[in-house]
């Protein structure tokens, strides 16, 4: 016996936050206001200290490039994308 999706749903979505689920996730809880209990295996970090303040892609590129400065470092294309890819993954 099914019982149909209501905002008093709630959903337990194991591994996977990335890609197909989370956008399935994103799009059920938009339509339902349903509810969704996440359990994943990678552990969970703060935004390094560079990044706390840089909200959206642009401003953490912007946010990496001068990181790498004051170190000292030349802020190639590379790292600072390495930078920026690695808090995005993490704020997923």
């Known amino acids: 016996m099914s019982q ?3 905002s008093s749903s ?3 979505v194991s591994g996977g936050a990335r890609g197909i689920t989370a956008y399935c996730v994103e799009v059920m809880a938009e339509y339902y206001k349903c509810k969704f209990i996440l359990m994943g295996r990678s552990e969970l970090h703060p935004d390094p200290e560079w990044a706390q303040s840089a909200p959206d892609e642009a401003s953490l590129k912007t946010a990496a490039m ?3 400065k004051a170190q ?5 294309p590379t790292a600072v994308q390495n930078m920026t890819r690695a808090v995005l993954a993490s704020r997923e």
């Open 4 to 6: 149909p999706i209501t």
């Open 10 to 12: 709630v959903f337990v």
């Open 72 to 76: 000292g470092e030349k802020p190639t």
């Open 66 to 68: 001068n990181t790498l």
